[in-house]
């Protein structure tokens, strides 16, 4: 069984997702630059243990990231989650995770990378908006998409109900890609990544109109 972590800064609804959907893996520790963040009490009432590393207490990106290094070394872990972890990390702790580190982002990747997805569609008036699961790379949001969830943006639309529809695409999407992942049938290799046995060429898409 392969064993997971989940780094979060703030609420962890996507965290909350995962623990309900029983993965085949199993989510050995949650791990939270924030001391006050809401994910840690819902780790500790299902009894997933957790770890605070405040970054402010180091001086630098590299030492922060060293520790959470090290915490993840500890408990052995196979697989991490970025669950709403507001962090750049650094090159060298990207590296040391590559092809074992996924994120979801509030957009259909490439498109809105960065903060303010749901503001910024509004803004601009695209038609559809959503979610992506990526790997995670060093250049920020940019690693192979392997799922989008896809909504239809409504005139009605504020920034608030846009993103409380996009968020429940992204507790359906991710424990997805993480059970596939758990199950082997989605592998990152030195040849891309295989879905299904196939080479994946495009993200999963799942709709939601
Ligand atoms: C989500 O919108 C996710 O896309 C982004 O951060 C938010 C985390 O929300 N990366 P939560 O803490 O899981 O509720």
């Known amino acids: 069984m392969i ?3 989940v780094l979060v800064s703030g609420s962890g609804s996507n965290l909350q997702a995962l623990i309900d959907a029983n993965l085949s893996g199993q989510i ?3 791990i939270s630059n924030k ?8 780790a500790k009432k299902v009894g997933i243990q957790t770890a605070v590393i405040e970054h402010k ?3 630098t990106r590299e030492a922060f990231d ?3 290094h090290q915490q993840l070394l500890d408990w052995n ?3 991490v989650i970025l669950a709403g972890f507001m962090r750049i990390l650094s090159a060298k702790f990207v590296q040391s995770w590559e092809g074992k580190m996924v994120n979801i982002h509030p957009s259909l990747l490439p498109n809105y990378k960065g903060m303010h997805t749901h503001k910024r569609v509004l803004n ?4 559809f908006h959503g979610c992506t699961v990526h790997y995670v790379t060093a250049e920020l949001d940019a690693g192979q998409a392997l799922a989008q969830g896809v909504v239809k943006v409504a005139h009605s639309d504020t920034e608030i109900t846009l993103a409380n529809r996009v968020h429940e695409l992204e507790h359906i999407i991710y424990p997805q890609v993480v059970e596939w992942i758990c199950t082997g049938a989605l592998e990152h290799t030195s040849n891309g990544v295989i879905y299904r046995n196939h ?5 999963v898409q799942f709709c939601k109109f």
Do not use: F, H, S
Not at 124 to 127: I, K, L, Y
Not at 199 to 203: A, D, L, S, T, V
């Open 35 to 42: 001391p006050d963040a809401y994910a840690l009490e819902r």
């Open 124 to 127: 601009t008036g695209d038609v």
């Open 199 to 203: 080479p994946m060429k495009e993200p």
């Open 3 to 5: 064993k997971i972590a």
């Open 66 to 68: 060293a520790l959470m």
């Open 57 to 59: 207490q180091y001086p």
């Open 77 to 79: 872990v196979d697989l």
């Open 28 to 30: 050995v520790g949650v």
